[in-house]
Nanobody, 123 residues
Framework: QVQLVESGGGLVQAGGSLRLSCAAS????????MAWFRQAPGKEREFVAA????????YYAGSLKGRFTISRDNAKNTVYLQMNSLKPEDTALYYC????????????????WGQGTQVTVSS
């Protein structure tokens, strides 16, 4: 089992950048595929990015590729989401998720979730 804690959210102006972090508990972080999802007010939670256990493969929501980058540091038990050129529509609660198998792009593929970190982009 793994516990996830997100950090790094905040208020930023449009065009700015933020880096989110997700720290995982346990000794087997490298055996988990990791992902970021987000949920805006009144909307369903949606896929943002995922990374494989080995860091060989990354996946992105089509509209975000090129602005967002997911990475992981297995030595630090942490996954990151670098967000550049932020837009007001990126405003959401961002969640970190984990599973022991594959870097799925669907919510149902993940067994463990953090509590989320709020990102607010002002225009």
């Amino acid at each position: 089992q793994v516990q996830l804690v997100e950090s790094g959210g905040g208020l930023v102006q449009a065009g700015g950048s933020l880096r989110l972090s997700c720290a995982a508990s346990g000794r087997t972080f490298s055996s988990y595929a990791m992902a970021w999802f987000r949920q805006a007010p009144g909307k369903e939670r949606e896929f943002v990015a995922a990374i494989s256990r080995s860091d060989d493969s990354t996946y992105y929501a089509g509209s975000l590729k090129g602005r967002f980058t997911i990475s992981r540091d297995n030595a630090k038990n942490t996954v990151y989401l670098q967000m550049n050129s932020l837009k007001p529509e990126d405003t959401a609660l961002y969640y970190c998720a984990a599973n022991r198998y594959y870097a799925y792009t669907r919510l149902s593929g993940y067994d463990y979730w953090g509590q989320g970190t709020q990102v607010t982009v002002s225009s």
